[in-house]
C-alpha cells in the first residue's frame, strides 16, 4: 500500500472515507493499472487490500463500480485544486497559467490514476464515458468563465468554443504525456498552452477593434 500514498494525500483532503475504502480504492487502482480493467476480477482487488469479497460487496457493487467511485473521487479532487488556484491568484494570464500547471502536475503525481482513467479505460465503460465528458464540460466552463473575466467581456459563443478547445488541448498533451517513458516538465508545457490562449485572445481582441 505505500506506493498509494500519493493517492490518500489526494483524497484525504475531500472525502470522509473509511479505512476500508481507502484499501479497497488503492487496491484497485494498482490491479487495473497492472493487469488492465478487462482482466481485473473483484477476487483480485480484495486479494491485493487484504480484506474480504463481503467487505467489497458491502461498498461497491461490482468493479465498474469503484472505477466510477474512484473517477467521481478523483475527478472532484482535482476539480478543487484547480478552483483553489483561481481563488488565491488575481485575474491575469498568470492565473491561467498556474491553474493549467495545477491540473498538468496533478495528473502526472497520480500516474497511475490519471493513465488508468484518460488512457487505459477509454470506450470500456460507458458510464465512465459520461461521466468523463460531463467533467471535460465542467473544465471547460470554468476556463469559460476565466475567459470572460479576462476580457471583461459577457459569455460569448467564441469564449465556449475557445474554452472547449483549450481542455481538448491540455487533456491530449496530458495523455500523451503520461504514454512517454519520462513525463515533460508541467512548467514548460503549462507556459507553452498559456501562451497560445493567450496570443488567441490578443488576435480576437485586434480582430474586434
Known amino acids: 500500500m505505500q506506493a498509494m500514498l500519493p493517492l490518500f494525500s489526494l483524497l484525504q483532503e475531500d472525502f470522509p472515507l473509511s479505512n ?3 484499501r479497497l480504492l488503492s487496491a484497485s487502482l494498482a490491479a487495473f493499472s497492472k493487469s488492465g480493467y478487462p482482466s481485473t476480477s473483484v ?29 467521481d473521487l478523483l475527478s472532484t479532487a482535482l476539480i478543487r485544486k484547480v478552483e ?22 496533478t495528473c502526472f503525481t497520480h500516474r497511475d490514476a490519471a493513465k488508468l482513467l484518460m488512457v487505459d479505460t477509454v470506450g470500456l ?13 465542467q473544465f471547460a466552463s470554468i476556463f469559460q468563465r476565466e475567459l470572460s473575466s479576462l476580457t471583461c467581456h459577457r459569455l460569448t459563443k467564441e469564449q465556449w468554443i475557445l474554452s472547449h478547445a483549450m481542455v481538448g488541448a491540455i487533456n491530449q498533451i496530458v495523455i500523451r504525456s ?17 501562451k497560445m490562449m493567450s496570443k488567441l485572445l490578443r488576435e480576437k481582441s485586434e480582430f474586434d477593434s
Open 20 to 22: 476500508q475504502q481507502y
Open 84 to 105: 483553489d488556484v483561481l481563488r488565491s491568484v488575481p485575474p491575469t494570464s498568470k492565473r491561467t497559467f498556474q491553474a493549467i500547471k495545477t491540473y498538468i502536475d
Open 43 to 71: 477476487s483480485m482487488i480484495v486479494a491485493n487490500a487484504r480484506t474480504s469479497k463481503s467487505t467489497f460487496y458491502k461498498h461497491y457493487k461490482n468493479k465498474e463500480s469503484i472505477l466510477i467511485h474512484l473517477f
Open 178 to 194: 503520461l504514454l512517454e517513458e519520462e513525463l515533460p516538465s508541467p512548467v514548460e508545457l503549462a507556459g507553452v498552452l498559456e
Open 125 to 137: 465503460v460507458p458510464s465512465l464515458e459520461k461521466k468523463r465528458q460531463a467533467v471535460i464540460d
